[in-house]
């Protein structure tokens, strides 16, 4: 098995996944998100309709390296009804997402088909 070095890694993402009934209730836990981190952590578009790999509505959260133990703790005990799929960045997305990435919650299926597989 090829051993694959961790400062590949150059941030991390996580994204929160809602539907119409938990919109307003994703939308209050991003703006806990942003007034905690928000000079430190770039949260992304709030999509209200799949996008990319993602079969539920999200948002990203873009994470650094530095941070991402602390993030990825508060998540894990604050995210509430949210699921939240959190992966590496590196220079394999198909990796990231398929093979490297945890679930805070249930998981779901992703859409690798917008990876070209």
Do not use: C, K
């Amino acid at each position: 098995m090829n051993r694959i070095d961790p400062t590949e890694i150059t941030g991390w993402h996580a994204h929160i996944y809602f539907d119409a009934d938990t919109r307003d209730a994703a939308w209050a836990l991003r703006e806990i998100i942003d007034a905690r981190w928000g000079n430190t952590v770039q949260i992304g578009r709030f999509h209200e309709r799949p996008v990319g790999p993602h079969p539920m509505w999200s948002y990203q959260l873009a994470i650094a390296n530095a941070d991402f133990a602390d993030v990825f703790a508060w998540l894990t005990l604050n995210h509430g009804r949210f699921d939240v799929f959190v992966h590496p960045n590196t220079s394999d997305s198909l990796r990231d997402h398929r093979d490297s990435a945890v679930w805070i919650g249930r998981s779901h299926t992703l859409n690798l088909g917008a990876f070209g597989v």
